[in-house]
């Protein structure tokens, strides 16, 4: 059970009895007003500036009147189950953010206790903003993903694991769906199983002149005796790009519930010949020849490059005399990644592990582009220098993790399974106010290929446990203009492994050695162009009559290559919603090799309402689309088996389960 207590900072010149009666008349319209205000006076909570040293909670203001609302129970503690629900952007449960539901307190903040090295006055401020209502719209539900990590909005920074815990730090702002970077801080969830997560209050947010102007992206590492450190780009009070480090206030503390941001910071700033706007994200540090190493991202003359920085004890940094690695023509690299992987395993390594059977990776992020590329190579140790081999490209044609909407992403060492694992961020396509934005695509394992040339990603098993409702077929033929409907299923939210097989290749379209980009040949061979081996695949988050439908598909050409064949994977999002405006729909696509003796081929579909994840040959090609259908929501979503090519196609296995939903982002009890 719970009461409301309202309080009031207003002043009232009357006389004593008419004063009481006044205030009782107030206090019951100031009720009124607080359950039955529009959503929109939550917008602009600071215009009568509530804030002080002795915060303890959220005021909302009403012409010039500041509102305190306070839920407790009858002991006088307050109740956060509300608020949780708000962190949550409504997973909890709430369809919107409402002014008239109050206001957690962090037992550190809410009380303007100072937090180790902080101003007691930002701390209040981020504590408290934590309420995503402060300048929310109202959530809306309809593209909301069921099972993907998703706060109301994100982007990709440091994840670790730690005493038994998966911690994901992301950049996220508190106040609203867009991006201000001085509202931007580190937010903080925790995981057992990397499916169902736990809010953690914001391990680091803008407070000091290292970083006043925003918190922006870094890495986790964690030093000899166990103990984990963060190194971030701030914002200074000189608007340069500047990198910075923070400690948890208590290693012992599995949660690392609080970080400390030391006054010796920044550790590293730009020097002569570097752009300070274009210098940030520092990677996980290695440890080789008795220093500890980062990559931080930069560019310069149009020329992307990774500088390489060497420490003995992680507080003092000397910049090499050259580069790590650059690439011409290909702009300000954002979030570098450098890491090894092993040859002919599936395992991952510690970041720091040399030596014979290994080989790097370095994946960048481009700015200019706002994709990814990656390359397999050598990391010579005693010059510092990587260097690529020529089984790829070294630019923006170059190999990717995800050939559809995957920016910023992350790996780390998962030493309690002994894997390497990836997060990417998939920002949205349709540019209206949603009252959220932003997901993480699913964790996935990632290990080099058996040729030693590019990389294999797959969902993390962990996934699995969400599965719900399972459909089976096997051995079903798809002959040329077929659809099959796989029922039984919740089609919005739904995971889908399937193996195609196929006769012979004999026959295949030519393939036309112009075609060098493989999504403007998706836009001119679509799902409802014929051919002779496909397109076949899956039609996802369908409408019951097509209006309105995803395809994710194969097409083979015949190579010019003796013995050699070219598949075309798409993730088509032009017939994916009869929305026209402010809404992004391209045809992903991407090219994978095929032997002509090859006569399968699988994909596995993630299908989440507004996100589709696609694995294609055992995880050879990945394609994330954020699609936002109008009909084919919820229950009316419908999905199918599709050949539109002359060569009968047939279902070998089909195995479909209905996705059941995760904890997400529920407040730890004890914590908030």
């Known amino acids: 059970m719970v009461r409301i207590k309202l309080t009031t900072t207003t002043k009232l010149s009357l006389p004593r009895a008419a004063a009481a009666a006044a205030k009782t008349t107030l206090s019951l319209l100031l009720l009124l007003l607080l359950l039955f205000a529009p959503t929109s006076w939550a917008r602009a909570p600071f215009a009568c500036d509530p804030w002080n040293r002795l915060t303890r909670g959220l005021r ?89 990590f998703q706060p109301p909005k994100n982007w990709m920074n440091g994840p670790m694991y730690y005493r038994g815990l998966y911690h994901l730090f992301y950049q996220y702002n508190p106040k609203g769906e867009d991006w201000v970077n001085s509202n931007i801080v580190w937010a903080h969830s925790v995981s057992k199983d990397l499916v169902n997560w736990q809010a953690l209050p914001p391990a680091i947010y803008p407070s000091k002149p290292f970083d006043i102007n925003g918190c922006w992206s870094g890495s986790a590492t964690v030093l000899p005796g166990n103990r984990p450190i963060i190194l971030y780009t701030g914002w200074d009070i000189h608007k340069r790009q500047v990198q910075n480090y923070a400690i948890p206030a208590n290693a012992s503390d599995p949660y690392l519930r609080e970080w400390i941001k030391p006054n010796d910071n920044p550790l590293i700033v730009p020097g002569l010949g570097i752009n300070a706007s274009a210098f940030r994200d520092p990677t996980t540090a290695w440890f080789e020849g008795g220093h500890w190493k980062i990559l931080i991202g930069s560019s310069r003359k149009h020329r992307g490059m990774a500088y390489l920085y060497r420490s003995g004890d992680f507080i003092h940094w000397i910049k090499a005399k050259h580069p790590l690695h650059s690439a011409p023509d290909t702009g300000m690299w954002e979030c570098p990644d450098f890491f090894p992987v092993l040859i002919n395993s599936t395992n991952g390594l510690d970041t720091s592990v040399l030596g014979q059977g290994v080989k790097h990776v370095l994946k960048v992020s481009l700015d200019l582009t706002r994709f990814e590329y990656y390359t397999v190579g050598s990391y010579h140790a005693d010059e510092d220098r990587y260097v690529p081999e020529n089984t790829s490209a070294d630019g923006w044609s170059g190999l990717r993790y995800d050939y559809g909407n995957f920016y910023a ?26 009252g959220w934005a932003g997901i993480q695509a699913i964790p996935r394992k990632i290990w080099l290929d058996s040729h030693g040339k590019q990389l294999l990603e797959w969902p993390v098993e962990e996934l699995e446990t969400l599965r719900g409702q399972k459909v089976h077929m096997s051995s079903v033929e798809l002959k040329n203009g077929e659809l099959v409907e796989i029922r039984g299923i919740t089609a919005a939210q739904a995971d889908v492994d399937v193996l195609f097989s196929f006769s012979s290749l004999e026959g295949a379209e030519q393939f036309n050695s112009s075609w060098l980009n493989a999504q403007d040949l998706c836009a001119q061979k679509g799902s409802g162009v014929p051919g002779t081996v496909g397109p076949f695949g899956l039609l996802t988050l369908a ?17 010019n290559e003796q013995n050699k064949h070219k598949v075309l994977m798409c993730s088509d999002a032009r017939s994916s919603s009869l929305l026209e405006s402010k809404i992004y729909k391209p045809s992903f696509a991407a090219f994978l090799d095929m032997d002509s003796s090859g006569r399968n081929i699988s994909l596995r579909s993630l299908i989440d309402h507004s996100v589709v994840e696609s694995f294609g040959a055992g995880g050879k090609t990945c394609i994330t689309s954020r699609v936002y259908p109008t009909l084919a929501v919820f229950n009316n979503a419908r999905l199918f088996a599709f050949n539109n090519g002359t060569r009968t196609i047939m279902i070998e296995t089909l195995d479909a389960w209905s996705m059941n939903q995760p904890v997400m982002n529920h407040a730890i009890s004890g914590v908030f």
């Open 543 to 559: 409408s019951e009559y097509l209006e309105e439908f995803t395809p994710v598909f194969f097409r083979i050409f015949k190579a």
């Open 60 to 148: 909302f203001c009403r012409a010039g009147l500041p509102i305190h609302v306070r839920v407790r129970d009858l002991l006088g503690r307050v109740v956060s189950d509300e608020a949780r629900a708000m962190y949550n952007g409504g997973t909890a449960g709430l369809t919107y953010w409402s002014p008239n539901v109050n206001v957690f307190r962090d037992p550190r903040w809410g009380r303007g206790q100072e937090t180790p090295g902080e101003d007691p006055v930002m701390a209040g401020k981020y504590a408290a903003s934590y309420v995503q209502g402060l300048q929310g719209n109202p959530v809306k539900r309809t593209h909301r993903t069921g099972y993907h």
């Open 409 to 434: 992403s992350k790996t780390f060492f998962d030493s309690a399974k002994n894997r390497r694992l990836l997060w990417g961020w998939a920002n949205e396509s349709y540019n209206v106010r949603k």
